[in-house]
Structure formats: C-alpha cells, structure tokens
C-alpha cells in the first residue's frame, strides 16, 4: 500500500472513532427510551439501521417531553 494512503487512514482513525463513539450515545439513549415506551417498531429500526446518529435523534426529540422514559 502506497505510503501516503496509509498515513491517510492513519489520520483518520481519530474521526472514525469519533463518529463511533456519536452513533452509539444516541443509539442506547434512544434504545433505552423506546423500550422504555414499549416502541417495539421505533426500537428494532434504531438497532438495526445505521444512521449516524440521525434516527436516534429523530425518535428522541419526537417523544420528548411526552413523560414517558
């Protein structure tokens, strides 16, 4: 592998993880709530579709404040 590509992926292990560490904080949180709810269909697509946090997020501000959770 040529030298510059590597160090490129190198330099962005620090984003990846980053990203990692975003998408699974609003994964559980919004888990935690739809399970919480019992929000079967809401729970199932958060744990299985990969949305960088966006559908998590979605299904959080859609059920705030709805003294559930």
Do not use: S
Not at 17 to 26: D, G, K, N, T, Y
Not at 45 to 59: D, E, K, M, Q
């Amino acid at each position: 592998m040529d030298h510059q590509i590597l160090q490129t992926l190198v330099n962005l292990i620090p984003v990846i993880i980053v990203f990692a560490v975003w998408e699974a904080v609003w994964k559980l949180i919004a888990l935690w709530k739809a399970g919480r709810n019992n929000h079967l269909a809401w729970f199932i697509c958060i744990a299985l579709i990969n949305t960088a946090g966006i559908l998590p997020i979605v299904y959080i501000l859609k059920y705030r404040g709805k003294n559930q959770g």
